[in-house]
């Protein structure tokens, strides 16, 4: 397994998103499907995607064809190597792979799914776009949205401006929150999308057109707005 790290938005509105990256044990992977040896990579009756290594000839054809990039190429034994889902611990009795037996935090589950349909059903597979093509059978519980971000600031007074009011609207939904007293504004949890902002303090108001959160978290910085005494 590995961690990928992302930072989201900019100084001072930063925040780091970890999100681990394993094989997904996909159902109709495309890895078994480009793999021309046959017992060289399969699905186990139990679900488990596997790359026998004594049947692999190094010819890197499944390493090209995970959509998920997450099968990697020893050089050194000339074979595609990648998470086995400890199928040889679980065949000895074991009833849950090592990353799950070591998180101190209990982060990661193992489970028939089968046992984890209300789980599943708040989860999402990492890429859904992929979904139509591929079955993923890793699930992720609160993988980071987007947010839109700033500091409202009145350059008169050189004072931030607290409960500056923020509204922000996308296809139909609103969403409301006020600066604090830093004169900071977050909105958190958003998807992606394109949205208006306005930032009102009483008779004054700032307006912002077409966010766009698909690519990226946004901070709008420091952001001016001339309150009158
Ligand atoms: S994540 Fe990649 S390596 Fe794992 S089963 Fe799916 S396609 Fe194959
Ligand atoms: S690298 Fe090995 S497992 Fe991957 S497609 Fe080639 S023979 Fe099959």
Same mark, same amino acid.
């Given at each position: ?30 890895? +078994? ?21 004594? /049947? ?10 995970? #959509? ?6 020893? @050089?050194?034994?000339?074979?595609? %190597? ?9 065949? %000895?009795?074991?009833?849950? #792979? ?5 998180? #101190?935090? $209990? ?14 059903? /708040?989860? @999402?597979?990492?890429? #859904? ?18 947010? +839109? ?7 008169? @007074? ?10 922000? %609207? ?13 004169? *900071?504004?977050?909105? @958190? ?6 949205? *208006? ?19 990226? *978290? ?6 001016? $707005?001339?309150?009158?005494?």
């Amino acid at each position: 397994m590995k961690l990928t790290e992302r930072v989201r938005g900019t100084v001072p509105k930063v925040k780091v998103a970890y999100r681990p990256h394993i094989c997904m044990h996909c159902d109709e992977a495309p890895c +078994i499907a480009v793999c021309r040896i046959e017992g060289a990579l399969y699905k186990r009756d139990d679900g488990l995607v596997i790359i026998n290594p004594e /049947k692999c000839t190094g010819c890197k054809n499944c390493v090209d064809a995970c #959509p998920f990039k997450t099968i990697y190429f020893n @050089e050194d034994l000339n074979i595609a %190597q990648k998470c086995t889902g400890c199928a040889h611990l679980l065949d %000895q009795g074991w009833k849950e #792979p090592r990353c799950v037996d070591a998180c #101190p935090t $209990l982060a990661i589950k193992f489970m028939d799914e089968s046992n984890a349909k209300d789980l599943i059903s /708040k989860a @999402e597979v990492w890429s #859904p776009e992929l979904k139509s093509d591929l079955t993923p059978r890793v699930y992720y519980l609160n993988l980071p949205k987007k947010f +839109i971000a700033g500091t409202v600031y009145d350059p008169i @007074e050189k004072e931030v401006v607290i409960e500056a009011k923020c509204t922000l %609207q996308c296809n139909g939904t609103t969403y409301t929150t006020k600066t604090d007293n830093y004169g *900071d504004f977050w909105f @958190e949890g958003l998807n992606d999308g394109k949205y *208006d902002m306005e930032i009102t303090k009483g008779p004054v108001s700032r307006l912002f057109k077409d966010l766009d959160t698909t690519e990226a *978290d946004i901070n709008l910085g420091d952001i001016p $707005l001339t309150c009158p005494p």
